[in-house]
């Protein structure tokens, strides 16, 4: 008869509860899990069949080789150029930083929800309530998380098998994809401890996976030596389908575990739904910017709008210092040619609209996720106590809107100024400043559109509303980026608002087709006010 030691008792004490956790968030979990895999998947295949398409034969790759080497804004936005001895490594050139960036973000929102976001919202009192340890909840989250980066892993793998790229190569990207989740899951974790709301975890998060691309770009710009620092480094630095090197992914084991053990040391040193860094007490008395619905929208995302305006700005700067070699690319690639709105006859408008469609994207992403916000805040029950004063529904709606709305142009401006700041550097003309700011704002209406649609799914179709707008999106995305890669038809194109939109600054901007745009996102918006005025608070 075996004694067990009360050190052994009180982990098991700690952790029980953490099955039951687990099955739970699997089920909370059931239909936003399969959609990051999915979305995973999708950029994969897509590059994968595009790439082998495009680089057919070893002398168009070796073109594309020297003509990425000499380029360090390619370098920076891609990775090393060793990748580009193989047509898979080629793949993971172009993907790796948006595939590990996916996963991040996957790993990021599980966990925080899992743990942070349960503790603001009170859920976790009621949990704890239970016969439930202390470290469950965050045993749960991380498990859980690791089961999602298995899914990832073994979907990548087999979509990546499928298109025809070796078996080898495929399992260490699957791997390599994976260690980048579960590094980014426990960092997350650690975050949740220090700080008191899921703001501050996601934000702080966030910029470390900011930093964690930079450092990759420093670094294979120059000697790579950064690029070691950075858990982004660590992947493109396994080297799939070229040099093929397993020892890297011990720097995801080491840190994932270092990080874990760190989470739950900073676990047994906080109150219950407080965090290690305290925040200051409020003023008695709001002041005049939170005493309407839109000051308090404000409020609630001027700092994700900072996070996106940094963010877009950083690659439109990418896209601008690349703009001045693209009748160079051409040269070596023509075929890239048939990919840019108006061909080669003039590349460099050609590519700078190509371009800005992609950072009008990346804008209609910031205003979908600013719509879902007000969304979340009436999930969590803070809709409520504001319709409970003089408040009404469109008033506070409208305040989510107009935040979406303004920052969605402020973002598009940063992504076009950063654009234009760059090409105007590298052809010394200050006039592609204002050029490429005001032609960023062209695919304005197109964008406003976007976030119309999604403030309908809230005002109509509240429970659906997340899935709903995200298709939207993702539709947009294959209709702007892939229409011509996979030969869709026509009308797939013609769905998406952005079809309609001039493609500056390649074709001149006309007041009609703008107005037209302009005019169908009030309808939507109206229609969502609509609905909203409907329906019930909270369902």
């Not at 709903?468 to 539709?475: D, P």
Request: aromatic share 8%; with cysteine; hydrophobic share 55%.
């Amino acid at each position: 008869m075996s004694i067990e030691s009360p050190q052994r008792r009180a982990r098991f004490r700690h952790a029980a509860g953490t099955g039951t956790l687990l099955r739970f968030a699997l089920r909370r979990e059931r239909f936003t899990l399969p959609g990051w895999v999915l979305g995973a998947v999708t950029l994969l295949v897509l590059q994968s069949v595009s790439s082998q398409r495009f680089y057919d034969t070893p002398a168009k790759l070796a073109q594309l080789r020297n003509t990425m080497a000499g380029n360090a804004a390619a370098v920076a936005m891609g990775g090393p150029t060793r990748l580009l001895d193989t047509i898979g490594g080629e793949i993971l050139f172009e993907i790796f930083g948006y595939l590990a960036i996916v996963v991040a973000l996957m790993n990021m929102f599980l966990v925080g929800r899992l743990t942070r976001t349960d503790e603001e919202s009170g859920r976790m009192e009621l949990i704890r309530s239970a016969p439930v340890g202390r470290r469950a909840p965050v045993i749960a989250a991380l498990l859980l998380a690791g089961l999602a980066n298995l899914t990832v892993a073994l979907a990548i793998i087999a979509a990546a098998i499928a298109t025809g790229l070796p078996v080898h190569g495929s399992l260490l990207l699957g791997v390599a994809v994976a260690g980048v989740g579960a590094t980014f899951a426990a960092l997350t974790a650690v975050a949740a401890q220090v700080f008191e709301n899921p703001r501050s975890v996601y934000g702080s998060v966030a910029l470390l996976l900011a930093v964690a691309y930079v450092l990759r770009a420093i670094g294979d710009i120059g000697d790579g030596t950064l690029s070691w620092a950075s858990p982004l480094g660590w992947g493109q630095r396994t080297y799939p389908y070229v040099a093929e090197r397993w020892w890297p992914l011990l720097l995801f084991a080491v840190a994932s575990v270092g990080l874990t053990a760190v989470a739950f040391a900073l676990l047994g040193r906080r109150d219950l739904g407080a965090g290690l860094l305290a925040y200051a007490t409020g003023r008695p008395t709001a002041s005049w910017t939170l005493r309407s619905s839109l000051s308090l929208a404000w409020r609630l995302q001027r700092g994700t709008l900072l996070g996106w305006c940094v963010g877009v700005f950083g690659l439109g700067a990418a896209y601008g210092s690349f703009a001045n070699s693209i009748e160079e690319y051409l040269a070596d690639n023509p075929e890239f040619a048939t990919y840019l709105p108006g061909g080669a006859a003039d590349a460099v408008n050609s590519y700078l609209a190509l371009t800005l469609s992609m950072l009008a994207l990346l804008a209609s992403a910031y205003a979908i996720g600013s719509v879902l916000r007000a969304r979340a805040e009436e999930v969590a029950g803070r809709l409520e106590p504001i319709l409970a004063v003089p408040v009404s529904r469109h008033a506070w709606f409208g305040g989510h809107l107009s935040v979406a709305l303004i920052g969605s142009a402020i973002v598009l401006a940063a992504g076009g100024f950063g654009e234009g700041l760059t090409h105007g550097l590298a052809i010394s003309d200050a006039g592609e400043l204002s050029r490429l700011t005001l032609a960023a704002l062209v695919y304005l209406p197109a964008v406003w559109i976007v976030a119309a649609l999604a403030a309908v799914a809230v005002g109509w179709l509240p429970r659906a509303a997340i899935t709903l707008a995200w298709s939207v999106f993702a539709y947009c995305v294959l209709a702007v980026l892939f229409t011509t890669s996979f030969d869709l038809p026509d009308w797939f194109d013609d769905a998406a608002p952005f079809a309609h939109t001039p493609q500056a600054p390649l074709e001149a901007a006309t007041a009609l087709p703008l107005l037209v745009l302009v005019g169908v996102g009030a309808a939507g918006i109206a229609l969502a006010l609509t609905g909203l005025r409907r329906r019930d608070i909270g369902i």
